[in-house]
């Protein structure tokens, strides 16, 4: 554990908690200051609607290397340098409770035709995470996943 108080997770956790709730009512707005904690989901130029803000964990213990999960449900080792190709640092949130957040993986789309519309897609592959060992995220730009 990186924070042993009840309180540390507090700043990740509301802006967690901003981003699932944004998801569950997501709608495409036009963007002015493009944070974490921006109160809409912005698409910019693209024709599909922004459903998700993905983000990239950041652990206290992991030396400024972003958190890796697999993509699939087989048991991957995702902490090889380079990342394997069934292994992604890209997370939607799901649900949060309190410290506790559940993240769906989120895969590059390797599909040429629609790639840079939808630069990511769902997986089945899902992660809880105690949020008191996140010291950051970085937030991505909004986009539209398919199969949410």
Do not use: H
């Not at 507090?10 to 009512?25: F, G, S």
């Amino acid at each position: 554990m990186c924070n042993n108080e009840n309180e540390s997770c507090k700043c990740i956790a509301e802006i967690l908690t901003v981003i699932c709730i944004l998801q569950q009512n997501a709608n495409c707005c036009d963007s002015c200051l493009d944070t974490c904690d921006r109160g809409f989901l912005g698409c910019g130029t693209t024709t599909y609607t922004c459903n998700t803000r993905p983000i990239m964990l950041y652990t206290c213990c992991g030396n400024g290397t972003p958190w890796s999960m697999p993509t699939t449900k087989d048991t991957t080792d995702c902490t090889d340098t380079p990342t394997p190709a069934n292994c992604s640092n890209v997370f939607r949130i799901e649900k949060i409770d309190g410290c506790c957040a559940t993240f769906r993986v989120l895969a590059k789309n390797t599909d040429p035709t629609t790639q840079a519309a939808i630069p990511y897609v769902a997986t089945n592959s899902f992660f809880t995470m105690n949020l008191n060992c996140v010291c950051s995220l970085r937030c991505l730009q909004d986009t539209y996943v398919e199969c949410i």
